[in-house]
């Protein structure tokens, strides 16, 4: 699956790859990818999307709605073009406010992306670019 692994972060595409041991709300997901020099994934390929399916794992990813309701936007600011979405969603449903992206354990199915409320405990993927200037 992975090209080159190091300590944790495993290397695909000009990009490190770190996933968490633990669970944590979306914040704090968001907290520990930004201490580590990166942040949440950001899914700006169908073959990161392919990548993101290899690790088999249920995971927060660096999208929300929390600014806008309905207005889907990557941690580092860029819109949602290509989405992944599952079926139904994004959805916010039963008056439960879902502004956190994840990725659900449907790992046969390219579309596997699922809104949820932002405090629920999911482990986490950190997405670190690789450049030549660090
Ligand atoms: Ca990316
Ligand atoms: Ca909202
Ligand atoms: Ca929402
Ligand atoms: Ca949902």
């Given at each position: 699956?992975?090209?080159?692994?190091?300590?944790?972060?495993?290397?695909?595409?000009?990009?490190?790859?770190?996933?968490?041991?633990?669970g944590?709300?979306?914040q704090?997901?968001?907290?520990d990818?930004?201490?580590?020099?990166a942040?949440l994934?950001?899914?700006?390929?169908?073959?990161?999307?392919e990548?993101?399916?290899?690790f088999?794992k249920?995971?927060?990813?660096?999208?929300?709605?929390?600014?806008?309701?309905?207005?889907?936007?990557?941690?580092?600011?860029?819109?949602?073009t290509?989405?992944?979405?599952?079926?139904?969603?994004?959805?916010?449903?039963?008056?439960?406010?879902?502004?956190?992206?994840?990725?659900?354990?449907?790992?046969?199915?390219?579309?596997?992306w699922?809104?949820?409320?932002?405090?629920?405990?999911?482990?986490?993927?950190?997405?670190k670019?690789?450049?030549l200037?660090?």
């Open positions: 699956m992975a090209e080159y692994s190091h300590h944790g972060w495993v290397y695909f595409n000009d990009s490190f790859y770190y996933i968490s041991a633990w944590n709300s979306w704090d997901s968001r907290e990818c930004l201490q580590r020099g942040d994934v950001i899914i700006n390929s169908k073959e990161e999307q990548f993101m399916r290899q088999k249920h995971v927060w990813i660096g999208l929300t709605d929390r600014e806008t309701e309905g207005v889907w936007e990557w941690v580092d600011g860029t819109p949602l290509t989405s992944y979405w599952d079926a139904n969603e994004p959805n916010s449903h039963e008056g439960i406010d879902e502004d956190c992206g994840e990725i659900k354990l449907h790992y046969d199915d390219e579309n596997n699922n809104d949820v409320s932002c405090t629920v405990q999911n482990i986490w993927i950190c997405e670019k690789f450049t200037t660090q």
